[in-house]
C-alpha cells in the first residue's frame, strides 16, 4: 500500500474518533443542562418573611356607652311665666351663664318694699341709740329696735334669694341641649326647661369579666372605636373599677376617661372599647405562614434554597400577625405563601427575594 494512501486513511480515522470524543462530551453538558433545567423546575416557588421582634399588647375587648362627666336636667327653682331664653341649642356656655329668665315684677317689687323697711329700721334704731346715751329711751326700747331691724334684714335677703331664682343660670360649663319650652310658657320647679351636659371629657362605661378582675387597673390605656367616627381611635384611661361583681353577668363595671376637647363624642354613643392589659415582646409572623395540622401549628424556615419544617407554638394574634412562643427567632426567614406544595427539605424558588421573579419584575417596570 502505498505511503500517501496509508496517510489519507489515518486522517479519516483520527476524524471520526476526534468527532465522537466532541458528540459525547456535548451530550454530557445537554444531560447535565437538561438535569439543571429539570431541578429549576422542580422548586416550588414561594414568598417569603422575615420573623420581627415586635411588640404584642394582651387586650380586653368589650362595648360600652358614652357618658358626660357631669350631667344635669335644667329646671327653675320656682313657679312663674318664662320671660327670656337666652340661649341656643347646641352651644357650649360657661358656668353662670343665663339661660332662662322668668317674670319678676313682683319680686323685683318685694325687694324695693323690703329696702324701704330695712332703711326705716335702721334709721329708727340710729335715733334710739343717740337718745340711750343720755337715758332718754330705755334700753328694751333699743333691743326691741336692732331685732326690728335684723328682721327688715333677713326679709330683704329673703326677697333677693326669690328675685335671683326667677333667673336660671349654667351651674357648670357645658353644651345646653334642646330647650323643651318657649316663651310666655307657664313652668314650676318639676318642668325640665333644657340639659347641660360637661363634654370637655367623656366618660364610658363598660362591663368585664370577672376573670380579668385582679388585671384590670386604674390608669391602664383604654382605645374606642365608633362607627360614627370610621377610621378614628379614641384613647384615654381607666378612672374606676366597680367594688363588686354582678351576681348574674359575673362581670364587674368599668368607667374609663376619655379627652374630648373638640366635643366630637355625644353622651349616649355606643362604643367598641379595647383595654391594654399587658405589653411584652414579641416573635411575630404573619398568619399566613402558619401550618396547622390536627392539633398543632409548623411554620417552613428557608435557608440555602431549601425549607426545614418548624413545630411551633403560638401565642395572642394581633392585626394579621401571631405571636410565636417557642420555635421561631427573630430574623429567621419564614415561608408565607405556597405552604400547601411544601414537605420537609423541599428546593425553593423564592419569588420576592433578590433575584427572585417579583424583584425582577419590579426592576424591569
Not at 98 to 119: C, H, P
Not at 137 to 164: F, I, M, N, P, S
Amino acid at each position: 500500500m502505498r505511503l500517501g494512501t496509508q496517510l489519507a486513511i489515518g486522517g479519516a480515522l483520527l476524524l471520526v474518533v476526534g468527532g465522537g470524543a466532541v458528540t459525547y462530551h456535548q451530550s454530557q453538558i445537554d444531560g447535565e443542562a437538561a438535569a439543571a433545567v429539570r431541578r429549576g423546575a422542580s422548586a416550588v416557588p414561594v414568598e417569603v418573611m422575615t420573623a420581627e421582634l415586635g411588640t404584642i399588647r394582651e387586650r380586653i375587648e368589650a362595648v360600652g356607652s358614652t357618658l358626660a362627666r357631669q350631667a344635669v336636667d335644667i329646671v327653675a327653682l320656682s313657679s312663674g311665666r318664662v320671660a327670656e331664653i337666652a340661649f341656643t341649642p347646641g352651644e357650649h356656655v360657661e358656668e353662670g351663664a343665663v339661660l332662662i329668665r322668668l317674670d319678676d315684677l313682683a319680686e323685683r317689687a318685694a325687694v324695693a318694699e323690703s329696702q324701704a323697711m330695712l332703711r326705716e329700721a335702721e334709721l329708727a334704731l340710729n335715733r334710739a341709740r343717740t337718745l340711750r346715751t343720755n337715758n332718754t329711751v330705755a334700753q328694751a326700747t333699743v333691743d326691741e329696735l336692732e331685732a326690728a331691724y335684723l328682721g327688715a334684714d333677713a326679709r330683704l335677703d329673703g326677697a333677693q334669694k326669690q328675685l335671683a331664682d326667677r333667673t336660671v343660670q349654667a351651674p357648670f360649663a357645658g353644651v345646653v341641649g334642646i330647650r323643651g319650652i318657649d316663651i310666655g310658657a307657664r313652668v314650676d320647679d318639676e318642668t325640665v326647661l333644657t340639659t347641660l351636659d360637661d363634654l370637655a371629657e367623656i366618660e364610658i362605661e363598660f362591663s368585664v369579666p370577672e376573670i380579668f378582675f385582679g388585671r384590670v387597673r386604674r390608669e391602664q390605656l383604654v382605645e374606642a372605636t365608633s362607627t360614627a367616627f370610621p377610621g378614628e381611635t379614641f384613647a384615654g384611661r381607666i378612672e374606676t373599677i366597680d367594688s363588686r361583681i354582678g351576681q348574674v353577668s359575673r362581670a364587674f363595671r368599668v368607667r374609663a376617661v376619655l379627652p374630648n376637647p373638640d366635643l366630637e363624642l355625644p353622651a349616649g354613643m355606643f362604643m367598641h372599647v379595647s383595654v391594654v392589659l399587658e405589653e411584652r415582646p414579641a416573635v411575630l409572623i404573619p398568619e399566613q405562614a402558619v401550618l396547622a395540622e390536627g392539633g398543632s401549628t409548623y411554620a417552613y424556615t428557608v435557608a440555602d434554597g431549601r425549607v426545614e419544617r418548624r413545630r411551633i407554638r403560638l401565642g395572642q394574634r394581633e392585626a394579621g400577625t401571631v405571636e410565636v412562643l417557642d420555635g421561631l427567632v427573630a430574623d429567621e426567614t419564614v415561608v408565607q405563601t405556597g405552604l400547601q406544595r411544601l414537605r420537609d427539605g423541599a428546593e425553593v424558588r423564592i419569588l420576592n427575594g433578590p433575584g427572585g421573579e417579583v424583584a425582577q419584575e419590579d426592576q424591569s417596570g
